[in-house]
């Protein structure tokens, strides 16, 4: 496997599962780590979302989980629930893998997941 096919691959996963939020956060890395842009579409899209065993709802709403356990990205979770949308889990879906997580990673992460999909959603998550 080449280092082309990664990124090609990668690319084409980031585009189906976030679209342009996905673009825009590889443009924000164009003046200042384009090495990084790269290495966020070859490994992560490139190698493990391109895996056969999980779908892509299934993966989405993992990433969504452990983001909301994390408590410190707000940024990276919102583009992920409108990926896990995009790709087909529901907005009830993603409140409650949000609310799950209050058990294992304490409420005041639950909560601001819960507001970052409330933002999501009024910006008009497709369903």
Do not use: C
């Amino acid at each position: 496997m080449n280092i082309e096919s990664r990124y090609e691959r990668g690319l084409a996963k980031l585009r189906e599962i976030d679209g342009e939020a996905g673009e825009r956060v590889l443009e924000s890395l164009d003046g200042i780590a384009p090495d990084f842009a790269r290495y966020l579409i070859e490994f992560p899209f490139g190698d493990i979302y391109s895996r056969p065993s999980l779908d892509l709802k299934s993966r989405e709403i993992a990433v969504v989980a452990a983001l909301t356990a994390l408590g410190n990205a707000a940024p990276q979770l919102k583009v992920h629930i409108q990926g896990a949308i995009n790709v087909g889990v529901t907005r009830a879906e993603v409140v409650e893998t949000i609310m799950q997580m209050a058990v294992y990673a304490g409420f005041p992460a639950a909560l601001n997941g819960l507001t970052v999909a409330k933002e999501v959603f009024a910006q008009g998550a497709k369903q």
